[in-house]
């Protein structure tokens, strides 16, 4: 599945549309108050039985935890770091019989979720390094293989979503220029 987010570099609220027919996959919105950003919310715009959109997935940036499917975990029990001052890996781990996945951001372009059993990669998000000025900005793009979209599609997309604002705060904060 490849989809593009429609909201530049914005990954907190935007449309996820299929690249292939553009119709809208997922929708993200933030609550945000003026202390920050409270809770993402990943939202099926296609419920398998119909009807409106339905929550599937969520972020609570203040309690720090993730919700997929209606179960939430905190995220230490989702994400390891290796050992070491150097490593830019992060092993994300939704549940014990699910996989496990080695995410890194590559030369400021890309982030990659690895499966650590296979080595494959099996999810890239495409990022800007920084956002344009002038002229048309390239829509950030999601690409999930078959092996990821049938056990890990929501936790690999609320992954992406929270390294990649990590990122933009980390590229935004003091110092950073």
Known sequence: MEVAFDN???????????THDNSVVYTVSTDQTIWGRTYTYLKDANPALG???????????????????????????IRRK???LLKKSRFWKWA?????YDVVH?????????????????????????PQLFGRQKPLVLNLSRRALARDEV?????FIYG??????????PGSW
Do not use: Y
Request: charged content about 30%; proline content about 2%.
């Open 8 to 18: 530049k570099t914005n990954v907190l609220n935007a449309k996820l549309r299929a």
């Open 51 to 77: 009807g409106d959109a339905s929550i599937v997935g969520g972020i609570n940036w203040k309690r720090k935890t993730f919700e997929v499917n209606g179960q939430r975990k905190s995220l230490g029990d």
């Open 82 to 84: 290796p050992g070491g």
């Open 96 to 100: 014990e019989d699910r996989e496990e």
């Open 106 to 130: 590559h030369d400021d372009t890309q982030w990659q979720a690895s499966c650590t059993s296979t080595t494959k990669v099996e999810a890239t998000f495409s990022v800007p390094r920084r």
């Open 155 to 159: 936790f690999l997309i609320l992954v």
């Open 164 to 173: 990649e604002m990590k990122r933009q705060e980390q590229m935004n904060g």
